[in-house]
């Protein structure tokens, strides 16, 4: 797979002479002052009283959300208001190809949760800078936070992810998936009122893959409309969201 011959390589792992001659090369190409400029100059958050004006964006502010990124753009001069924009757009670009490319290859990392353009919108992203410099490194599951931002977005008590995230990821899983719903006790709602082999979930069955809830508890929207008309849902389902009635769900949650 290419992704893994490409993150051998970045690891650097048993180089060549000829690699390390590569990469001193590029060290020595590269301008020597690049983390102390950025696209924004004056107006570049990472440190007080801004960075020198450079042709890009700053690993910090790359870091940043792209609506937060236009903010700073428009607060901009005049002068520099257009091409700023510009580069956000760029930046943009990349994102979106970058994750598109990603998506197209069945077994590829994909980009950490802040890194997914798509999330642009949400209010958890706008409101979240890692307030670092380091890039993100890409994870397993999309819309999971990598071990950078997860561990700032802790240290920053982010609301949004206790509410929001289970864990590094955003959002739940189907009850029927969810790991720490397999206990003696869950055998009841599992199973149901035992009419219908179809009620609990089994891709053997040829049962449509479970997605992701916004909240725990819940059914996915695939599961939802295998059994929501099924006789004796209402007992151990809400009839409306699709979600574990609290007697089922017992105590012992945790881990
Ligand atoms: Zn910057
Ligand atoms: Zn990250
Ligand atoms: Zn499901």
Same mark, same amino acid.
């Given at each position: +797979? ?18 390390? %001659? +590569?990469?001193?090369?590029?060290? %020595?190409?590269? #301008? #020597?002052?690049?983390?102390?400029? *950025? ?15 450079? #042709? ?31 580069? =956000? ?20 990392? +994909?980009? *950490?949760?802040?890194? @997914?353009?798509?999330?642009?919108? %949400?209010? /958890?992203?706008?409101?979240?800078? $890692? ?7 890409? =994870? ?19 609301? /949004? ?17 969810? $790991?720490?719903?397999?206990? $003696?006790? @869950? ?5 149901? $009122?035992?009419?219908?082999? @179809? /009620? ?8 449509? #893959? ?19 008309? +099924? ?14 009635? %609290? ?9």
């Amino acid at each position: +797979m290419i992704w893994r011959h490409k993150l051998s390589l970045s690891c650097g792992k048993d180089p060549s002479n000829q690699d390390t %001659m +590569m990469t001193e090369q590029i060290t %020595m190409q590269a #301008p #020597p002052s690049s983390r102390l400029v *950025c696209a924004f100059g004056k107006a570049c958050s990472s440190r007080k009283g801004g960075k020198e004006q450079g #042709p890009d964006l700053c690993s910090w502010c790359k870091n940043m959300s792209l609506f937060e990124l236009y903010r700073l753009a428009d607060g901009l001069g005049r002068e520099d208001h257009e091409a700023v924009r510009k580069l =956000v757009d760029a930046y943009k670009k990349h994102l979106e190809d970058d994750l598109l490319e990603r998506l197209r290859h069945k077994g590829w990392l +994909m980009p *950490c949760a802040i890194k @997914d353009p798509y999330v642009r919108h %949400m209010q /958890w992203r706008d409101s979240f800078n $890692p307030q670092d410099d380091k890039p993100c490194n890409n =994870v397993v599951h999309r819309g999971q936070l990598c071990q950078r931002c997860y561990t700032k977005a802790r240290e920053q008590e982010c609301t /949004w992810l206790k509410v929001e995230f289970d864990g590094d990821r955003y959002g739940f899983p189907c009850v029927f998936e969810d $790991p720490r719903m397999h206990r $003696p006790k @869950d055998y009841f709602w599992r199973r149901g $009122p035992g009419e219908d082999p @179809d /009620w609990e979930k089994d891709s053997r069955r040829g049962h449509a #893959p479970c997605g992701r809830c916004e909240q725990r508890y819940k059914l996915c929207q695939n599961c939802y409309a295998r059994i929501n008309e +099924m006789r004796g849902f209402g007992k151990f389902f809400d009839e409306t969201h699709g979600i574990l009635r %609290m007697r089922y769900r017992g105590r012992d949650t945790g881990g």
